[in-house]
Antibody, heavy 122, light 107 residues
Framework: EVQLVESGGGLVQPGRSLKLSCAAS????????MAWVRQAPKKGLEWVAT????????YYPDSVKGRFTISRDNAKSSLYLQMNSLKSEDTATYYC???????????????WGQGVMVTVSS | DIQMTQSPASLSASLEEIVTITCQAS??????LSWYQQKPGKSPQLLIY???SLADGVPSRFSGSRSGTQYSLKISRLQVEDIGIYYC?????????FGAGTKLELK
């Protein structure tokens, strides 16, 4: 059974840093691109970052580029999100997700973690 | 960036009714479109991928279709367990973008 379990959330002051982790199990972690998606309270979903299987390629939207860093440790089947210079608008539930693709390479997220809450406030 | 315009924002329907939710892409995204259901307090769950393919374990009353840059999610006979918020996602190009969501309620 595929499982994604996030951890590391909490309350942090604006301008400070926080690192989220996602422990994966039930599949060969190193074979999949992985991603982070967030959801501000009572708001919609926002894609935050994607990382390639080896970790050599990473992708971010402008809203977090330069502040957030996605990384992975395939030996530990773990995904990470280092968040620096945090702002109040980064307050959200952060989900770890597995990116899957069809034979025609149509991408989608097939498994999601339960989410971890990050609150940025003084 | 590709914009995904989802409609309606909210929808009230009766049991057994047919429900349709649409997403309009701002440019051609092919079949790089997926649909997700999110129930209160839960993480999103995949319903449809590749615009028309049903995810494993998803009831056959759910279906996806495409007409050009317009994508639709149809629930053929609404059930109580279908209540929640539905999102479309384009993964054609970064930044990946979600629709704003459709809140589906029971009438």
């Amino acid at each position: 059974e595929v499982q994604l379990v996030e951890s590391g959330g909490g309350l942090v002051q604006p301008g400070r840093s926080l690192k989220l982790s996602c422990a994966a199990s039930g599949f060969t972690f190193s074979n999949y691109y992985m991603a982070w998606v967030r959801q501000a309270p009572k708001k919609g979903l926002e894609w935050v970052a994607t990382i390639s299987t080896s970790g050599s390629r990473t992708y971010y939207p402008d809203s977090v580029k330069g502040r957030f860093t996605i990384s992975r440790d395939n030996a530990k089947s773990s995904l990470y999100l280092q968040m620096n210079s945090l702002k109040s608008e980064d307050t959200a539930t952060y989900y770890c997700a597995r990116r899957m693709y069809t034979t025609d390479y149509y991408y989608y997220f097939d498994y999601w973690g339960q989410g971890v809450m990050v609150t940025v406030s003084s | 960036d590709i914009q995904m315009t989802q409609s309606p924002a909210s929808l009230s329907a009766s049991l057994e009714e047919i429900v349709t939710i649409t997403c309009q892409a701002s440019q051609d995204i092919g079949n790089w479109l997926s649909w997700y259901q999110q129930k209160p307090g839960k993480s999103p769950q995949l319903l449809i991928y590749g615009a028309t393919s049903l995810a494993d374990g998803v009831p056959s009353r759910f279906s996806g279709s495409r007409s050009g840059t317009q994508y639709s999610l149809k629930i053929s006979r609404l059930q109580v367990e279908d209540i929640g918020i539905y999102y479309c996602l384009q993964a054609y190009s970064a930044p990946y973008t979600f629709g704003a969501g459709t809140k589906l309620e029971l009438k």
